[in-house]
């Protein structure tokens, strides 16, 4: 059973309890676009940590702090400035990583799946690879360690970041699946 929020797609049961945040970011053109007319599916790839997190029974139900939510902004600031928009965002379907996408201000359609919660870097593969081929720039909001496993897979050669709470790491994307070697990491922020 899937729940509907506007801008949104869940897929999973567990996000009723989740709500829309309001959306003001400014639209950018991304900086890393190919020619026109060139299908090369997706570029570049933004994997972020969610923003820091309370405590709370049961985890997936934990929302994000004052600083997280911070945090959150400051991230999409950071990606702003590399000129950078998200074309489209995979979210886990846990409340503070929902929470972190919506505090983050995008103009992006959102996919919330509970494939993303505590999964291995293979998973976030997978998951991406599911996202249609025409997204120019995919932000992934996720957790530790499913995205740093994922990024070292992308980029085996990476000097990757802690991935504290609210970390971006951006890899840019050969043609073709995410698989491992098939990227290379461009730059990282940790707010």
Do not use: K
């Amino acid at each position: 059973m899937a729940a509907t929020i506007p801008g949104c797609c869940f897929t999973t049961s567990s996000a009723a309890f989740l709500r829309a945040g309001s959306s003001s970011f400014p639209a950018m053109s991304p900086m890393y676009a190919f020619p026109a007319g060139q299908d090369r599916g997706m570029t570049v790839l933004a994997l972020m940590r969610h923003g820091e997190a309370g405590m709370s029974i049961p985890d997936e139900a934990r929302s994000i702090s004052v600083n997280g939510r911070d945090q959150a902004r400051r991230s999409a600031a950071w990606l702003a400035a590399q000129g950078l928009t998200p074309a489209h965002a995979l979210v886990s379907a846990a409340r503070r990583t929902v929470e972190t996408f919506h505090a983050m201000e995008l103009h992006c359609p959102m996919t919330a799946t509970e494939e993303l919660y505590e999964c291995p870097g293979r998973r976030v593969l997978d998951e991406i690879n599911g996202v249609p081929g025409d997204v120019g720039v995919l932000l992934v909001v996720a957790h530790f360690p499913g995205l740093p496993e994922a990024a070292a897979q992308l980029d085996p050669g990476a000097e990757l970041p802690g991935f504290a709470p609210g970390t971006v790491v951006l890899l840019d994307l050969d043609d073709g699946p995410a698989a491992p070697g098939s990227g290379r990491m461009l730059s990282w922020f940790t707010p």
